[in-house]
């Protein structure tokens, strides 16, 4: 069974600051993908990143990036430059590929204080 | 093509009344998702669809839940005799790459309150 920890219910970040929110894995499959999603309060999932088990450079898109750490397995995001539109629940998953879905974490609630 | 659609967006209904949603997926992804997100909790998963074929479904879809996917395109999904534990966010998603590695796109959800 595979399993998401995010282990910060909440975070604060000053705006213009950068922010790292943690989350480790756990899964026995060699080969799986791991993504972030952000929230806001409309509910929409908004996709950010993703990061492949075998990709050998961690991912950046734009203000986001991936610590990909195998060993320690563990996939924090990193978002630069805070905005107040951060402001939002931020979530991290899994697939395998041995799965279809994704199996989320419990999530980390930002805000950005301006 | 604007996304993920469900509707409706909210829906109250009392205790032992059946519900309906429906999702309209991005037109091209032929692989569709429904998830349940409870407060303060990550969405679980409910179950999936390639095209037409329902190929997985979770324990917590119970007895209960039917969900559907005619002709490949819409989904809808019912709770029959709903009960207040069925009150959450019901969200659907889909993709067309099958690792997902770029991104499984859902919509907005529909929030059930059920009374």
């Known amino acids: 069974a595979q399993k998401i920890t995010q282990t910060q219910p909440g975070m604060f970040v000053q705006e213009k600051e950068a922010v790292t929110l943690d989350c480790t894995y756990d899964t026995s499959d060699p080969s799986y993908g791991l993504f972030w999603y952000k929230q806001p309060s409309s509910g929409e999932m908004i996709f950010l990143i993703y990061q492949g088990s075998y990709d050998q450079q961690n991912a950046t898109e734009g203000r986001y990036s991936l610590n990909f750490q195998k060993a320690r397995k563990s996939a924090n995001l990193v978002i630069s430059a805070s905005q107040l539109g951060d402001s939002a629940m931020y979530f991290c998953?899994?697939?395998?590929?041995?799965?279809?879905?994704?199996?989320f974490g419990s999530g980390t609630q930002l805000t950005v204080l301006p | 093509d604007t996304g993920v659609s469900q509707d409706p967006r909210h829906k109250i209904t009392k205790r032992g009344q059946n519900v309906t949603f429906r999702c309209d997926p991005i037109s091209e992804h032929n692989r569709l998702y429904w998830y349940r997100q409870t407060l303060g909790q990550g969405p679980e998963f409910l179950t999936y669809f390639q095209n037409e074929a329902q190929l997985e479904k979770s324990r917590l879809l119970s007895d209960r839940f039917s969900a559907e996917r005619p002709k490949g395109s819409f989904s809808t999904l019912e709770i029959q005799r709903t009960e207040q534990g069925d009150s959450a966010m019901y969200l659907c998603?889909?993709?067309?790459?099958?690792?997902?590695?770029?991104?499984?796109?859902f919509g907005s959800g529909t929030r059930l309150t059920v009374v």
């Open positions: 998953a899994m697939r395998v590929k041995a799965a279809r879905q994704l199996t």
């Open positions: 998603a889909s993709s067309l790459d099958p690792t997902g590695a770029y991104g499984y796109t």
